[in-house]
């Protein structure tokens, strides 16, 4: 405990000292430096994305047109951009994540409400990652590339995908086949995963007991149009994403495999208003699964799963950014092969408040919760909140540290067993 103590009044004092510091401008990350924009062009402070960034990203990764007026004809596809030249510096970039952690996790069960206690203290190196992307100039091509250096002990390729955008700014469709994030960049912002906290919210990376969750990368192909009014005020968009899905250990399926049938995804955004959204999702999959029943003999089935959620948020004064969402979960479950078939289903919901203090400069809360059930057992419920801050230590945005506490309690509706987990980390986030 009093490690604990010392620990967090250490590093609020350093936060502290780094939020007084002055804000020099100097490297900036690949797209900020072909445009000669700072980061909040397209983000409230990196990674979260704002309307333009989502637009950008539907445009492939091209910038949406000042001229949008309704006065004349949008540009097509092809004729954004067509005066910037290529430039390798603006087609790759690089990101470094180290973190200082405290973290306490509890095991818990419903007879004694503590068994187990393990308390962690560490410095992290959490990510080094390497992006190649950008538009190919007068052509609706673009590319996207992510390889992870170094993340959680392991390297390889994240993302790997090319992209063929058509029709106009304000009417646009793509195509797009590799391997991507099933909800990277898509949805308005209370859905997507990369957000102001370093993990994404309970609701939307929640495993199930077979081992899916949203939160993947596999390899498949994805469609999409966007429709937007004059001066990009409303937004329009859907998208639909088929995939290999995932093998029996939960993994993204990149080769040939016994599983023939395909995950479906689908998704459908509005933007309004100074920067507010509503998002509409679903899913529906299957996977092979490995299993053993209360004897420890092996057996295997193929499950299949749904997921359905609504999300919306927004920005009031330019100031408070309010976000909440709900996900639906329904998935085929068999605790042995004589029993008939039962099912998983969990609802889980997310709510959230971040508070702009100036450029860069935010404090943020969330809170998730949700219940979670396999028939004929009792109904487990789950529960996480998160306070923290971040601060961008540049005037472009590409420099960030932030401090964060979060609480998760976990439980597992098989086992019925739970667990209580307590995490404070404070990392630096560099992007060239």
Sequence with gaps: MKFWTVSVKAILLVFGLILLMPQPGNAIPAFARKYGVKCYTCHTVPPALNKNGYMFKRLGYRMPPDEMDGTKPAPKITELDKNIKFSITNSFAVLFQASVTDDKNIAETGATPATATTTTSSFNLDEAAFFVAGAVPETGFSYFGHYEMYQDGSNGLEQGFGVWTGGKANSSYFVKGGEMHMQEGEGTRAAMFYNLFADPAFTLTNTDPIGFA???????????????????????????????????????????????????????????????????????????????????????????????????????????????????????????????????????????????????????????????????????????????????????????VRAAYNQEHDADPVAQMGSTDKLFKLDFRFMW
Excluded: C
């Design 214 to 400: 949203l939160d993947q990368h596999p390899v498949g192909i994805d469609v999409g149009y966007t429709h937007a009014s004059n001066y990009f005020k409303n937004i329009f968009a859907v998208s639909a994403k088929v995939t290999n899905g995932l093998d029996a250990n939960g993994d993204a399926i990149l080769n040939a495999s016994t599983k023939n049938s395909k995950d479906v995804w689908a998704d459908a955004d509005y933007w309004f208003g100074p920067d507010g959204g509503v998002t509409v999702l679903m899913y529906r999959g299957s996977k092979d699964q490995n299993q053993n029943d209360a004897a420890g003999n092996p057996f295997t089935y193929r499950p299949t799963f749904y997921r359905a959620g609504v999300f919306g948020n927004y920005l009031f004064f330019d100031k408070l950014d309010l976000l909440g969402g709900y996900i639906r979960s329904h998935d085929d479950y068999r605790f042995d092969l004589v029993s008939p078939m039962t099912n998983y289903t969990a609802n889980t919901y997310r709510g959230e408040a971040d508070y702009y203090l100036k450029t860069g400069t935010v404090i943020m809360a969330r809170v998730d919760r949700g219940t979670a059930g396999i028939a004929p057992q009792p109904t487990m419920h789950t529960r996480a909140f998160g306070i923290g801050a971040e601060h961008a230590l540049t005037q472009t945005g590409n420099i960030v």
